[in-house]
């Protein structure tokens, strides 16, 4: 919102003063649903310029410009064709009475350019991920390796930030496709997991080398051209190291998380099939397996 409003008003990021959380100051959406910068910001920057117009109507009195069209804006503040300027602390000292305010809204999306996806009325975020995994087919382990995230999320504002959210959602995604087992009761809906100790999420050894591609698409459907990009960089994450499991032992582990457990069952299946018989019952995920899987 800083980053916006400074834009429109070409003074130093560092000069604005963001305000949240205060009931006086109104409403404003949740923080969530991928939703945040793409519904905030476009109202920041509808707000901005309707300020800065009303600035520019003053800029033009005091500097005997025909029309606002005369003025050029600077960082410096506001400068006419004839050459005269003023300067942004003498034009904030010309407002009447203590400040210019001004309240803007966001509008709906703008759903004719570019071609929304089908099935959407409006255009939506798009992105492609690939895993690489390394597995001991001795133990059953799985390792993601390393994640490739490549996003559309609009206008980036800040690469920082941006590139910081990527790498929370595809960890997030590591989680849930290796080791986060949710146990639920079927008929009363509610968690079995007896403590955060017996429910794994990732630590620093699980987290894969992540690089993050942004292809910025200009799509003008809001005045920022924001999307969202939280939840985009969690969902494929999971389904992306399934098929990489899938591709490295020749059948698909359909079910997540992805355990040891699971993966040492799909080898027995795999077994049986090649020899004809069953699948042997695994009294634990231990158990010693047949030295040839080790190659594959």
């Known amino acids: 919102m800083a980053q916006v409003a400074a834009e429109v008003l070409q003074r130093p990021v560092e000069s604005v003063r963001v305000e949240i959380g205060d009931s006086t100051l109104g409403p404003g959406v949740g923080s969530g649903g991928s939703k945040t910068t793409s519904s905030i910001t476009p109202a ?3 707000a901005a310029e309707a300020v800065k117009a009303e600035l520019a109507t003053i800029a033009a009195r005091a500097l005997e410009a025909s029309s606002v069209a005369k003025l050029r804006w600077s960082d410096a503040g506001a400068v006419s064709l004839g050459r005269r300027s003023l300067s942004w602390t003498d034009l904030c000292k010309r407002i009447e009475g203590e400040a210019v305010v001004a ?5 709906n999306t703008y759903g004719h350019y570019p071609k929304s996806f089908p099935g959407f009325p409006t255009p939506q975020i798009a992105g492609a991920q690939f895993a690489e995994v390394e597995i001991d087919t001795w133990t059953g382990q799985v390792r993601c390796t390393q994640v490739l995230a490549i996003h559309d999320c609009g206008r980036v504002m800040n690469e920082m930030t941006a590139r910081s959210q990527v790498n929370g959602g595809v960890i997030l995604g590591v989680g849930y496709a290796l080791m986060e ?4 009761d079927p008929n009363l809906g509610v968690v079995l997991n007896p403590n955060l100790e017996q429910y ?3 630590g620093a050894r699980d987290i894969p080398e992540i690089d993050v591609v942004f292809t910025e698409v ?4 809001n005045s920022t051209g924001a999307y969202g990009i939280g939840e985009p960089a969690t969902i494929p994450t999971a389904a992306a190291i399934a098929n ?4 490295a032992l020749g059948a698909h582990v359909r079910t997540l998380p992805i355990t040891p457990a699971r993966i040492l069952e799909v ?3 795999l077994d049986a099939l090649d020899s004809g018989a069953p699948p042997p019952a695994r009294a634990s995920a231990s158990t010693p397996t047949d030295p040839k899987r080790a190659s594959l």
């Open 267 to 269: 080898l027995d299946a």
């Open 218 to 221: 200009a799509s003008g459907n």
């Open 181 to 184: 087992a949710r146990i639920m």
């Open 244 to 247: 990489a499991v899938g591709d």
């Open 200 to 202: 794994k999420v990732c």
């Open 103 to 107: 309240t803007a809204s966001r509008p």
């Open 44 to 46: 920041v920057r509808n």
